[in-house]
T-cell receptor, first 115, second 112 residues
């Protein structure tokens, strides 16, 4: 999607290993978000950032940490991956926190499988 | 906590008809409500945002209504086409912050 890229697109990892997912934006938007999407649950917020080095927890933050050292990059780290963290992870960006008339812009997602 | 309810059953309609999708929420009325489209293997794409003081909003063949008394939003696609087949997500703001929660979505199939 224009202006936002996620890497990697697919990853298979073993239980107990650390994993870092990257979200990169070229829109200079203030807000960045990490969601996970699972069947029957929809998108659930993991963490979000409202500026460089400013982050906060979402509804499913246990087992995840984030960092934002630059406006354009928002990293999601699974400290010790578990099978319950197998999911599709989406990054989203927003200039006004989702209150503007153009909503969020989402990346294409990262499909993570923990075996 | 706020919950969003969207019909988990797929909606099947004939091409040319109007598709109507429902989004219900349970607690406080959000300041704004959004609708997104998601195709398989892709991220959601923003369609429309409606604010609490707006009753209705339109964009081309799309119409969204927002009834804070019923705690409900309706999403309409008029003159539906097979290309409209996708999952449609409802989203609303979480009280007190710049965060948004999403419903699980309703799958729409438009038959030619």
């Amino acid at each position: 999607d224009a202006g936002i890229t996620q890497s990697p697109r697919h990853k298979v990892t073993e239980t107990g290993t650390p994993v870092t997912l990257r979200c990169h934006q070229t829109e200079n938007h203030r807000y960045m978000y990490w969601y996970r999407q699972d069947p029957g649950h929809g998108l659930r917020l993991i963490h979000y950032s409202y500026g460089v080095k400013d982050t906060d927890k979402g509804e499913v933050s246990d087992g995840y940490s984030v960092s934002r050292s630059k406006t354009e990059d928002f990293l999601l780290t699974l400290e010790s991956a578990t099978s319950s963290q197998t999911s599709v992870y989406f990054c989203a960006i927003s200039e006004g926190g989702g209150r503007e008339d153009y909503g969020y812009t989402f990346g294409s997602g990262t499909r993570l499988t923990v075996v | 906590s706020q919950k969003i309810e969207q019909n988990s059953e797929a909606l099947n309609i004939q091409e040319g008809k109007t598709a109507t999708l429902t989004c219900n929420y349970t607690n406080y009325s959000p300041a704004y409500l959004q609708w997104y489209r998601q195709d398989p293997g892709r991220g959601p794409v923003f369609l429309l945002l409606i604010r609490e003081n707006e009753k209705e909003k339109r964009k081309e063949r799309l119409k969204v209504t927002f009834d804070t008394t019923l705690k409900q939003s309706l999403f309409h696609i008029t003159a539906s086409q097979p290309a409209d087949s996708a999952t449609y997500l409802c989203a609303l703001d979480m009280s007190g912050g710049f965060k948004t929660i999403f419903g699980a979505g309703t799958r729409l199939f438009v038959k030619a």
